[in-house]
């Protein structure tokens, strides 16, 4: 049985979604922000960040879009993405990893002062993440626009809630997120509307849109 290692509206979410819409066999490990930084915690994840799936044999997974390939892959009958090996598959790839690239910029946002020598470079350095971060949600929003409901069109995907736990963290909000890339609203709301979600979402708190 897996071991997820979750916290509440981290980026933990989005392999909890995959979990839950996969209807697999898992134990939910809740932890505090505490808990995440502490050094014990290392030897689940080297860089001490969620998510990390535990495995069966005593191994652990890190890295969120590496966690969503293992789990597709691994339970390629649930059909939350094409077939492993297919040309279709490396087309989900391609978009899981640009989502998985906006990931990384967003964060740095938060890391500012680490990158920055003083106050003002630091605020021209979150001024450009926005910036890109911008450009990234524009190209997501065009293939949604070109393939919807999904991103793969008809067939619902690990891709879809990935993305979905993406723009909760939207800056200045997710609300201003949807109102900017429509396309992006009309993929959360659905993704709100799946039955299998309702519990995980009120778990994590973002059942609701927030402006």
């Known amino acids: ?13 989005g392999v909890h979604f995959l979990l839950e819409e996969m209807e697999v066999p898992y134990t939910n490990i809740w932890m505090t922000a ?4 502490a050094p014990e915690f290392r030897a689940v994840s080297p860089l ?8 069966p044999d005593g191994r652990g997974l890190f890295e969120s879009a590496a966690i ?14 094409p077939a492993p090996g297919s040309a279709a598959f490396g087309e989900f790839l391609s978009w899981l990893h640009l989502a998985s690239g906006l990931y990384t910029t967003m964060n740095i946002k938060y890391d500012a002062g680490f990158y920055g020598r003083n106050d003002a470079e630091a605020a021209h350095i979150t001024a450009r993440v926005k910036e890109k971060c911008d450009a990234l949600w524009a190209i997501l ?3 949604l626009e070109a393939e919807e409901p999904w991103f793969l069109g008809k067939i619902y995907s690990a891709l879809d809630t990935y993305v ?21 609203a009309r993929l959360a709301k659905g993704v709100r509307q799946r039955p ?5 979402l009120e ?9």
């Open 1 to 13: 049985m897996y071991k997820l290692y979750n916290v509440k509206a981290w980026g933990s979410m």
């Open 34 to 37: 505490e808990q995440v930084r």
């Open 48 to 55: 001490g960040y969620i998510p990390a799936l535990g495995l």
């Open 68 to 81: 969503v390939s293992f789990l597709v892959t691994a339970h390629a009958d649930k059909g939350l993405s």
């Open 141 to 143: 929003a065009a293939r």
């Open 164 to 184: 979905f736990m993406l723009s909760i963290w939207a800056s200045p909000s997710e609300a201003a997120l949807h109102g900017k890339f429509p396309a992006i």
């Open 196 to 200: 299998k979600l309702k519990a995980a």
């Open 203 to 211: 778990a994590h708190g973002v059942m609701e849109v927030k402006n």
